[in-house]
């Protein structure tokens, strides 16, 4: 069973950073493709980024480019979604997804985490 976990999530100021992560159990990195999905209240759920398990390839939302960045370190099993020059916009949960499809669609991911809270605030 494949069970992300994401965490590191708060508030921010805009234009601020913030990291968050998702970790999973060993052999998570090397069997999916991970995405990074968001929803913000009123809204429906969004693609943000992915990662592949095979070469680190990463694609990202064109809301996102530029400013987001993500990465993995298999050893420790998790991966970074960093996020940079943060607008209030950018304010959602955030969620973790696994899937065995390279996809940005979200009903392609079959694993998900339970989100973590975002907030871009002055």
């Known amino acids: 069973q494949v069970q992300p976990v994401e965490f590191g999530g708060g508030l921010v100021q805009p234009g601020g950073s913030l990291r968050v992560s998702c970790a999973a159990s060993?052999?998570?990195?090397?069997?999916?493709?991970v995405g990074w999905f968001r929803q913000a209240p009123g809204s429906e759920r969004r693609f943000v980024a992915a990662i592949t398990w095979g070469d680190d390839s990463t694609v990202y939302a064109d809301s996102v480019r530029g400013r987001f960045t993500l990465s993995r370190d298999i050893t420790k099993t998790t991966v970074y979604l960093e996020m940079r020059s943060l607008k209030p916009e950018d304010t959602a949960v955030y969620y973790c997804?696994?899937?065995?499809?390279?996809?940005?669609?979200?009903?392609?991911?079959?694993?998900w985490g339970q989100g973590t809270q975002v907030t871009v605030s002055s």
């Open positions: 060993e052999g998570f990195l090397s069997t999916y493709y």
């Open positions: 997804a696994a899937s065995e499809m390279w996809t940005r669609s979200d009903k392609d991911y079959k694993y």
